[in-house]
């Protein structure tokens, strides 16, 4: 928060970021540290307590087998894991097979490493509490989450949450600022501690890579500060020649000079798990202990999770207040615009009616007088009309004349807090005007809309002073940590309260709507603005209600999947499968325009990858069309049949058939059986797991309708029926049917080891692609993340198929389609607009993935295009 940072301090925090945290060479000593060679699996290096925790010093276990050490079953599975080509992170073994010395439960991790296996050991903690239950610990941790009131209080039950789970003494949410630097929002400590609350951090005490690796790795454990940490031996990796990359290790040794700081602020034990925004590092849950403590092996991967469900319900939160500050300044600006119709002079209208600009975008926080602070101006034409603080009329022509130069790189919008920083004059206005946001309205002449907000002089409390010392030592200067944490007070001027982001979108919003609507100056537009009003609210509204109802449904998911899920691996199988099964009703939907859904669409849309099959999926029944909700219902109700059977049913064997018929009744109800044959003999479940509720239940609660399941030792029969209140259209049409395809299960000839060009401007979309090509041994061309790039590579590159997004950063990727076609190479658009109505006519037809989607959808999709490409075939 200090104005500039002195030439001498910049170099010296250089100094701290290139400290190689990541290859510190050593491990925390309570753990062992085994690096097997991905092939062979021959021990490579070793570190730690190996003689206590798997029955051999370090030296009897370098260059070896590990036949002696492990079982035929373990060296099996530990095979298994070093041909995972995804296995970068630490898997957490939490129920332990690998038991070595006297048969003793060990907690074991394993990634892989530059195709090494790095397996990591520690003892367990088999009198935790949630040992036996882990799901139960993330239950009680996001506990009251919904009904949070604020982003505060928010914070303030996570902080009290993990402390409750972890036992630590002190828990704190640190927040990142925009200038680097940390800001302790929330905390949860023990009486007699000093709060750290509201206490700021400088940028210099979490150095980049260190920041950079919190990104990589949600979780880092420090068990105690004062130890000698267990070297790798040997020190460099005998088949690269190189240090071990510790980045993901859990045992990975701490910076001294992190360990230093640590000591000198008393704290014994530590424990950050990373919170992550958009992915970006957001803040970290800081955890310490003025005592040693070994966090259990099961609690940190409940804490690594609770870390991952707090990133997303903080950015819901964040996004709900946007969305609820975009709704109201919406208002706002259909009454600025329909009061404009009626006034020739824009400026006059904007600044002297009700509402104006400022009560649009406010200038500051209400003074104790009941006034706005700040002001705004509308410059036109070289004309000035002005309302509240500003600068003279004089020092905002100069200013518009700067911004008519700066602004010709930006959207037409432009905003700082700190104006003087970047425009020097602004220091002698500082007082009205230390902050700046300004929508230019045109180039010729320059027009623009400036909103002031006046100089905030703040007080901010460090935790000691942010310039850290100097000290000479033998490598040379270095920043030492300081051994001060008083509070340290700063006076920071020239700065203004920041601009939101609703509020850059509202500055944005208005100017789209200036250019429409004022500068034209179309009478019809008065007319035609009053009706945008009425549907805009309507369409707002609805947008609301559709967007709570499907978050609160999400929230239920993942609340019941939660509960019944016996490991955290099926919690988010059986969470990503409902999600994906509400996403094709909700496409489905929205290409009807939410008038409703066919039942035969609905079934072959949710049994489509069966009914590919060889008399797998029978379906037959009368033509009608499901209301929204009762297709929604019905939607996860196929799911969970359809998952059942795939996992214990008649279509988890080749000669299995499901057979799915419907018709409508007498009284116009429609009534539908789901009959399962040719598959293992069933026996009826023991408990009524959520999947069996939610098929009885749901239909009953959500339509009216009824859902009866019987377990016949032949097949699972479920009878379902739908009040004719569940249907939008019903009609004596042609019978529909969707006969059983004849012949075997297509398989396709694809080129060897097939090159894809990825199209795609989404980095965590790119790298489950990038993922499912390494794993199918697939060479990945690209990806091209901009339409410029995808030119090039569509024109000049080498490759058997293509992936298109179709919306690269606001530009469609027609122009790239259209090379590949004209090429013959085959291609398919990925993309989650509604399909009818988006692509040019001569794209009419191409293969669309619509998402969210499945990696086995995009596998099958595109060796299907590939094998009809090589045959010559049409896809």
Request: with cysteine.
């Amino acid at each position: 928060m200090t104005d500039s940072i002195p030439a001498r301090d910049q170099v010296d925090l250089t100094n701290c970021d290139r400290e190689p945290i990541h290859i510190p060479g050593a491990i925390l000593p309570h753990g062992a540290m085994l690096v097997l060679d991905g092939t062979s699996l021959r021990v490579l290096q070793a570190a730690g307590d190996t003689e206590s925790l798997l029955g051999r010093p370090v030296s009897a276990l370098l260059s070896r087998p590990l036949d002696d050490l492990f079982s035929s079953e373990q060296i099996n599975r530990l095979r298994a894991l070093s041909l995972e080509p995804d296995l970068v992170k630490p898997r957490h073994l939490l129920d332990p097979a690998l038991r070595i010395a006297g048969g003793a439960p060990l907690d074991a991790s394993a990634h892989r490493v530059e195709g090494d296996l790095v397996l990591e050991f520690e003892a367990p903690a088999t009198d935790d509490a949630f040992i036996t239950d882990p799901l139960a610990a993330v239950q009680l941790m996001v506990e009251g989450f919904s009904a949070a009131p604020s982003l505060f209080l928010l914070c303030q039950m996570a902080t009290a949450s993990v402390r409750r789970v972890a036992q630590y003494d002190r828990v704190m949410i640190y927040r990142f600022m925009p200038d680097g630097s940390g800001w302790v929002i929330a905390e949860s400590r023990a009486p007699e501690l000093e709060p750290f609350l509201e206490l700021h951090y400088p940028a210099a005490d979490i150095p980049q890579q260190a920041r950079a690796l919190y990104l990589r790795s949600w979780l880092r454990l420090i068990t105690q500060v004062d130890y000698d940490p267990a070297p790798l031996t040997p020190e460099l990796n005998p088949r690269t020649d190189k240090p071990l990359d510790m980045s993901h290790a859990i045992l990975r040794d701490v910076s001294p000079i992190h360990r230093e700081y640590l000591r000198n602020m008393g704290i014994n034990a530590s424990m950050s798990i990373s919170i992550i925004v958009a992915g970006k590092l957001w803040g970290l849950i800081a955890c310490h202990n003025d005592s040693p403590r070994r966090l259990p092996r099961h609690l940190r991967a409940v804490c690594e999770l609770f870390g991952s469900m707090f990133s997303l319900q903080l950015e819901a939160r964040e996004r709900s207040e946007q969305f609820e500050a975009r709704l109201a300044s919406r208002k706002i600006l259909q009454e600025l615009m329909l009061n404009l119709a009626g006034v020739e002079d824009y400026a006059y209208g904007l600044t002297q009616q009700t509402p104006n600009l400022l009560d649009y975008i406010h200038g500051g926080d209400i003074a104790l007088d009941g006034q706005r602070g700040g002001g705004v101006a509308v410059r036109v034409e070289g004309a000035t009309t002005s309302l509240g603080a500003t600068p003279d009329k004089a020092q905002i022509t100069a200013l518009t004349e700067w911004l008519t130069s700066y602004m010709t790189e930006t959207e037409g919008v432009f905003a700082t807090d700190r104006l003087s920083e970047i425009y020097p004059p602004a220091r002698d206005f500082a007082d009205v005007a230390s902050g700046l946001l300004v929508i230019a309205v045109s180039r010729d002449p320059s027009d623009f809309i400036l909103w002031f907000r006046p100089e905030l002089v703040e007080t901010a409390l460090w935790a000691g002073d942010p310039e850290k010392p100097m000290i000479s030592g033998p490598n040379g200067d270095r920043l030492s940590p300081r051994k001060s944490f008083e509070v340290w007070k700063q006076t920071v001027r020239n700065r203004a309260l920041p601009w939101t982001v609703a509020e850059v979108d509202s500055a944005f919003d208005l100017r789209v709507s200036l250019l429409q609507v004022v500068l034209r100056r179309i009478e019809a537009a008065s007319q035609e603005r009053v009706k945008a009003h009425e549907r805009d609210k309507l369409l707002m509204a609805e947008l609301d209600h559709r967007v709570k109802n499907t978050l609160a449904n999400i929230q239920a998911l993942v609340t019941q999947s939660s509960r019944n899920a016996a490991s955290l691996t099926g919690f988010v199988e059986g969470l990503d499968r409902r999600i994906h099964s509400m996403a094709k009703a909700h496409s489905l939907l929205t290409q009807s325009r939410w008038a409703g859904v066919s039942i035969e669409g609905l079934l072959t849309e949710e049994l489509g990858s069966y009914i590919q099959g060889s008399g797998v999926v029978h379906l037959e029944g009368d033509d009608a069309v499901l209301t929204p909700k009762s297709a929604l219902s019905l939607s996860l109700t196929l799911h969970e049949l359809a998952t059942n059977a795939a996992k214990f049913g008649s279509l988890s064997r080749t000669e299995g058939q499901v057979s799915v018929l419907w018709r409508l009744a007498d009284d116009g109800s429609l009534i539908l059986t789901w009959r399962e044959t040719g598959g293992p003999h069933v026996v009826p479940p023991t408990r009524r797991g959520f999947g069996s509720g939610l098929i009885e239940r749901a239909l009953a609660m959500e339509t009216g309708g009824k859902a009866t399941i019987d377990y016949a030792p032949t097949g699972v029969v479920c009878e379902i029926m739908l009040p004719k209140s569940a249907l939008v259209e019903i009609g004596d049409r042609t019978l529909m049917r969707v006969e059983p395809s004849e012949g075997p299960v297509l398989t396709y000839e694809i080129p060897d080891k097939p090159r894809l060009l990825i199209v795609e401007d989404s980095y965590l979309v790119i790298l489950t692609l990038e993922a499912m090509c390494e794993e199918l041994s697939w060479t990945v061309v690209g990806p091209a993340t901009r339409l410029d790039e995808a030119i090039t590579l569509a024109q000049t590159g080498t490759f058997d198929a293509a992936l298109l997004d179709v919306n690269l950063d606001g530009e469609m990727s027609w122009d790239v389609a259209g090379i590949l076609k004209d090429r013959g190479i085959p291609f398919a658009f990925s993309t989650g607009y509604d399909q009818a109505n988006i692509f040019p006519d001569h794209l009419v037809g191409s293969p669309i993935l619509a998402k969210p989607y499945s990696m086995v959808e995009v596998e099958s999709r595109l060796r299907r295009m590939m094998s009809h490409n090589a045959s010559g075939e049409t896809a």
